[in-house]
T-cell receptor, first 111, second 114 residues
């Protein structure tokens, strides 16, 4: 059974720092991996989708990588800003119909 | 505007009183699903639908029903709600099955069952 883990559960860094969020999964037979952002009490905003044939995707200050063989994905945030404070979730598309979410990393950027 | 809508956004009800949470998407997506989000447990899939009249159980289907009579709508039905169904619920849709495409999420429905 696919399990998705995000470590750390919470992270606080000063503004301007570059940071990396981690997502690991136990079964490397995945279709895609998607990173989301969730603000408190709000819905999920898609950040990046990495298809199984890709190794990374970039959008602005965000870069997501995928290493299926090692069961890992990272989300790199450059030059962090207070507005980046949110919970970041990764979701693994484990089969034609199963999507498994990690429990998220709560990120806080200190001004 | 392309979107997934859910209603109601907030609901407080009592144990045993049947309720329906509606979900609608205007993007002609084939795949729709329901999730619940609980502290420490993340998002868990309740039910999904690959197309009209095609539905299947996710990881936590007990106590829920769904229907997919039209492509755009995917209501979640709680026949006899219980306090352990107090949660934040999300509906999501994807253009096709096979999960080659990203998911689009609704704004969420916060349900409290007393």
């Amino acid at each position: 059974k696919q399990e998705v883990t995000q470590i750390p559960a919470a992270l606080s860094v000063p503004e301007g720092e570059n940071l990396v969020l981690n997502c690991s999964f136990t079964d490397s037979a995945i279709y895609n991996l998607q990173w989301f952002r969730q603000d408190p009490g709000k819905g999920l905003t898609s950040l990046l989708l990495i298809q199984s044939s890709q190794r990374e995707q970039t959008s602005g200050r965000l870069n997501a990588s995928l290493d299926k063989s090692s069961g890992r994905s990272t989300l790199y945030i450059a030059a962090s800003q207070p507005g980046d404070s949110a919970t970041y979730l990764c979701a693994v598309y484990s089969s034609a119909s199963k999507i498994i979410f990690g429990s998220g990393t709560r990120l806080s950027i200190r001004p | 505007e392309a979107q997934v809508t859910q209603n109601p956004r907030y609901l407080i009800t009592v144990t045993g009183k049947k309720l329906t949470v509606t979900c609608s998407q205007n993007m002609n997506h084939e795949y729709m699903s329901w999730y619940r989000q609980d502290p420490g447990l993340g998002l868990r899939q309740i039910y999904y639908s690959m197309n009209v009249e095609v539905t299947d159980k996710g990881d936590v289907p007990e106590g829920y029903k769904v229907s997919r009579k039209e492509k755009r709508n995917f209501p979640l039905i709680l026949e006899s709600p219980s306090p352990n169904q107090t949660s934040l619920y999300f509906c999501a849709s994807t253009p096709r099955t096979g999960l080659e495409y990203e998911q689009y999420f609704g704004p969420g429905t916060r349900l409290t069952v007393t």
